[in-house]
């Protein structure tokens, strides 16, 4: 069973706000990713990580950033969230060389 | 360029039917690893197995069966006496060896098993 958690599950927040989205592995995993999944679609990979101070930008385009200072911790922040970022957003860990990955509970956002 | 489809959107049964969800996937590489992952109402995704592209022996796991074809480029998942339970979305996923870690995910099968 994977080690991976999500904060917040759900966050309901105003147009131009600035969010951060917590995701953290007690697992050690040294890949992190993060994907877009709107409602009754498939998954789509926005950023990744191969390490601490690692990351690169998926095949979706995506207005957010993530930083990785930690092994354990891969937060994602919008600066200015808008209607059209609304969607659920999923982290995911793997462990090198064995390319499964494991997903949080996902933070399903809406902004207003 | 990769590619998977599931062609299935939704998908009724009635409890203890079996039930197969079908999965094709596109790919030029010629190692690649296949898996399924289901996804219930709680939202996460919970991976049920990964396969290379060198092992088409097929696998059994409790109720739940793949069967792999490299032939026919599928790899199909198949729950047999369905329970109420296994309602999800299940998602047929693709990465190719090296090089970009993307896992490509099909648009998903939603699976609802009715008492």
């Known amino acids: 069973e994977a080690d991976i958690y999500q904060t917040p599950r759900y966050l309901v927040i105003g147009t131009g706000k600035k969010i951060t989205l917590e995701c953290s592995q007690t697992?050690?995993?040294?890949?992190m990713y993060w994907y877009q999944q709107d409602p009754g679609m498939e998954l789509h990979l926005i950023h990744y990580?191969?390490?601490?101070?690692?990351?690169e930008k998926g095949d979706l385009s995506s207005e957010s950033t993530v930083s990785r200072i930690r092994t354990e911790h891969f937060p994602l922040t919008l600066e200015s969230a808008r209607p059209s970022h609304t969607s659920q957003y999923l982290c995911?860990?793997?462990?090198?060389?064995?390319?499964?990955?494991?997903f949080g509970a996902g933070t399903r956002l809406s902004v207003l | 360029a990769q590619k998977v489809t599931q062609a299935q959107t939704e998908i009724s049964v009635v409890e203890k039917e079996d039930v197969t969800l079908d999965c094709v996937y596109e790919?030029?590489?010629?190692?690649?690893?296949l898996f399924w992952y289901k996804q219930p109402p709680s939202g996460e995704l919970v991976f049920l197995i990964r396969?290379?592209?060198?092992?088409?022996q097929n696998e059994i796991s409790g109720r739940y069966s793949w069967n792999f074809q490299k032939s026919t480029s599928s790899f199909n998942f198949t729950i047999t006496a369905s329970q109420v339970v296994d309602s999800a979305v299940y998602f047929c996923?693709?990465?190719?060896?090296?090089?970009?870690?993307?896992?490509?995910f099909g648009k998903g099968t939603k699976l609802t098993v009715n008492p």
């Open positions: 995911a860990s793997s462990e090198g060389g064995r390319d499964i990955q494991y």
């Open positions: 697992m050690g995993h040294d890949k």
């Open positions: 990580s191969y390490g601490v101070n690692s990351t």
């Open positions: 790919t030029r590489d010629t190692t690649y690893y």
């Open positions: 396969r290379n592209s060198f092992d088409e």
């Open positions: 996923a693709l990465k190719a060896q090296g090089g970009s870690e993307k896992l490509v």
